[in-house]
């Protein structure tokens, strides 16, 4: 493939960060508020990635109220300790680094509400490859994957979407990407597996960090 993509959004959640401890013991946390006893966490791995409102329904059968205290809940916790409770992939700062020699718009499209991706990249050191970091909104006016990649799209003044390509580990990446008419490359080393980015359609499919530049340049 020829070094065309200019623009390059990357997931944060099972992307990025490997997030799973901070996000499932947020869930647990938040669940034991109604009486829902999770002795293995990692069945709440399904929360990772997808709107948590979203899950909440889904796999608990919360109505609207319930789903948001829920998530209210959940960010008792997580704004305190599960933030943290997170490390970077192997590989993916030199990824970053090769991506911003390389003069790449870098570009953070997130489900996480804003204001924590940006304390996450300056936790781990990696704001600076960013030219912009969007995320939702604790007003919940943009929460699908598709509206929070329209509203990065925008603001970070992408000018040329056939130059343009969304990085995620979830399903929810690759239709967001679709709904907003830019490639996408559905990563295996995250949360999500290779049937369901496959159902999703995404362009490429890679098992490691390495690939990702393969692809982009």
């Given at each position: ?64 109220e319930k789903a948001e205290l829920g998530l209210r809940k959940y ?143």
């Amino acid at each position: 493939m020829d070094n065309k993509f200019e623009y390059i959004l990357f997931d944060l959640d099972g992307t990025i960060t490997d997030s799973g401890e901070g996000i499932t013991k947020s869930v647990q946390y938040a669940l034991k508020d109604f009486g829902i006893e999770v002795e293995n966490i990692k069945e709440l791995n399904k929360f990772i990635g997808p709107p948590l409102k979203d899950s909440f329904k889904r796999f608990y059968n919360f109505d609207d109220e319930k789903a948001e205290l829920g998530l209210r809940k959940y960010r008792e916790y997580y704004a305190d300790k599960g933030i943290y409770e997170n490390s970077l992939y192997d590989g993916i700062v030199e990824v970053l680094d090769k991506l911003k020699k390389s003069n790449k718009k870098i570009i953070l499209a997130t489900s996480k509400p804003e204001v924590y991706a940006k304390e996450i990249l300056k936790y781990f050191k990696i704001d600076e490859y960013f030219t912009f970091v969007g995320g939702a909104d604790f007003e919940e006016t943009r929460v699908s994957k598709g509206d929070v990649i329209k509203y990065a799209l925008k603001e970070a003044q992408v000018s040329d979407l056939s130059k343009t390509i969304m990085i995620g580990d979830r399903e929810h990446d690759i239709i967001g990407a679709k709904e907003n008419n830019i490639k996408s490359i559905g990563v295996l080393y995250g949360y999500g597996d290779v049937i369901e980015l496959t159902q999703a359609r995404a362009d490429h499919i890679i098992k490691n960090v390495d690939e990702l530049i393969d692809i982009i340049l």
